[in-house]
């Protein structure tokens, strides 16, 4: 049928534009909240105890929007908030950029409770979730929304353990965080102590926020350890190590890959020098072999972060919060293939391409995902540095330019 003016009558007409009204209804409806933004909660923290960390995380985010900030012509907003260092808060920040913000993903936060927190709200709304530090729900819980970035410490704790067992070492005392990763890292270096021989024959604890640690450290001397290490991080990392030096111990130190950061070096100054620990590759990228898979990432990491931030990156965590930028490009890139942003499609989109990553290059891993598993890295994320000179210098790299 042809409408023209005088071929609809009053009734037609209202008819007409009602049916009209109707097909405009469903279709807004129907991609109610699609948008040409990609929308990015970024939670950090910002304040509080482990802000150590969470200044450089929120400097290597700054230095991953530089590095791309659009998809295909979709700009990318990241709606950054700060948890404050607490867990219940970051789980708050997780409800707000869900259910106010409408956000596609969220990336964070600088500690391990934080990060479980957010992995419980995210899960049970279905919305993707980048961890930048160790997290992994219980098993009645659906984990397939989340994937973690750093290297899980049984990984990093083995090449630890190796080195250890290459220096004679065979008992080791620990002192670590009273949370989460303490007890995470407790668990990778005993397993992984007695795998190569060694044994670990003291368990302390102490709090992020608490400001002496004597009673820890001579109850671990007492035990007369060939050498200690920490379950620790960030700038509160280093206060056994300052005890230990007050104490005049002159065993070797070992540490973490949570340590490895500016602001650990200036905290722990002489007492820190000469720690061993495990990290990323990136931390040292302009040393590793020529052929090493992440070396010219890791070199472009460290261009476009100086750029973006006015100044050298020093620590490991800033090129976290990057990694997991490039591993979100990667997946976003897929997702768009079949659902637009703002809509659960895209969230879900999102979640199934961030679980089928494949040989994805960042600075601290080579990055591969499944449904199966949260970590996607394997020992190519992995070598051995020393603190000299408040410098860190590689001590071991195994090379695998085909995995």
């Known amino acids: 049928m042809e409408y023209t003016k005088n071929s609809i009558s009053s009734g037609g007409l209202s008819g007409f534009l009602v049916a009209v009204f109707l097909f405009i209804g469903a279709f807004s409806s129907a991609g109610a909240y699609a948008s040409d933004v990609i929308k990015v909660g970024f939670i950090d923290s910002l304040t509080g105890p482990i802000s150590s960390l969470g200044v450089p995380y929120d400097k290597g985010m700054k230095a991953a929007l530089a590095y791309k900030s659009s998809i295909d012509g979709h700009e990318i907003e990241v709606i950054k908030l700060d948890d404050e260092s607490s867990p219940s808060k970051a789980a708050r920040n997780a409800r707000k950029l869900i259910n106010e913000d409408k956000v596609d993903i969220i990336i964070g936060t600088s500690g391990s409770p934080g990060s479980l927190a957010i992995a419980a709200v995210a899960s049970k709304a279905k919305t993707p979730f980048i961890s930048l530090a160790q997290a992994s729900l219980p098993a009645d819980q659906d984990w397939t929304w989340m994937v973690n970035i750093p290297q899980p410490a049984s990984l990093m704790f083995d090449v630890l353990a190796k080195h250890m067992k290459n220096e004679g070492v065979k008992s080791i005392g620990y002192i670590g965080f009273?949370?989460?990763?303490?007890?995470?890292?407790?668990?990778?270096?005993?397993?992984?102590?007695?795998?190569?021989?060694m044994s670990v024959i003291s368990d302390e604890r102490y709090a992020r926020s608490d400001t002496s640690v004597t009673g820890q450290v001579l109850k671990t001397l007492a035990k007369h350890p060939d050498a200690v290490m920490t379950g620790t991080s960030g700038t509160p990392g280093a206060l056994p190590y300052l005890?230990?030096?007050?104490?005049?111990?002159?065993?070797?130190?070992?540490?973490?890959?949570?340590?490895?950061?500016?602001?650990?070096?200036?905290?722990?100054?002489?007492?820190?020098?000469?720690?061993?620990?495990?990290?990323?590759?990136?931390?040292?990228?302009?040393?590793?072999?020529k052929g090493y898979p992440t070396?010219?990432?890791?070199?472009?990491?460290?261009?476009?972060?100086?750029?973006?931030?006015?100044?050298?990156?020093?620590?490991?965590?800033?090129?976290?919060?990057?990694?997991?930028?490039?591993?979100?490009?990667?997946?976003?890139?897929?997702?768009?293939?079949?659902?637009?942003?703002?809509?659960?499609?895209?969230?879900?989109?999102?979640?199934?391409?961030?679980?089928?990553?494949?040989?994805?290059?960042?600075?601290?891993?080579?990055?591969?995902?499944?449904?199966?598993?949260?970590?996607?890295?394997?020992?190519?994320?992995?070598?051995?540095?020393?603190l000299e000179n408040e410098h860190w210098k590689l001590l071991e790299a195994d090379v695998k330019i085909n995995n």
Do not use: C
């Open 178 to 197: 009273s949370d989460s990763w303490g007890d995470s890292a407790y668990k990778a270096i005993s397993e992984n102590a007695k795998k190569y021989g």
């Open 243 to 289: 005890e230990l030096a007050k104490r005049g111990y002159q065993g070797q130190i070992y540490g973490a890959h949570s340590l490895i950061s500016s602001g650990f070096i200036r905290v722990g100054g002489d007492a820190v020098e000469g720690l061993v620990a495990p990290t990323g590759p990136v931390t040292v990228a302009d040393q590793l072999p």
């Open 295 to 386: 070396r010219a990432m890791g070199i472009k990491f460290h261009e476009v972060y100086e750029q973006a931030n006015g100044e050298p990156a020093a620590d490991a965590f800033s090129s976290y919060a990057f990694d997991a930028w490039i591993v979100f490009l990667d997946a976003a890139q897929r997702a768009l293939e079949t659902a637009e942003p703002g809509t659960a499609d895209f969230r879900l989109a999102l979640r199934n391409a961030l679980n089928s990553t494949r040989e994805v290059v960042g600075v601290h891993a080579v990055y591969n995902f499944t449904p199966n598993t949260i970590y996607g890295v394997d020992d190519r994320a992995a070598v051995v540095v020393k």
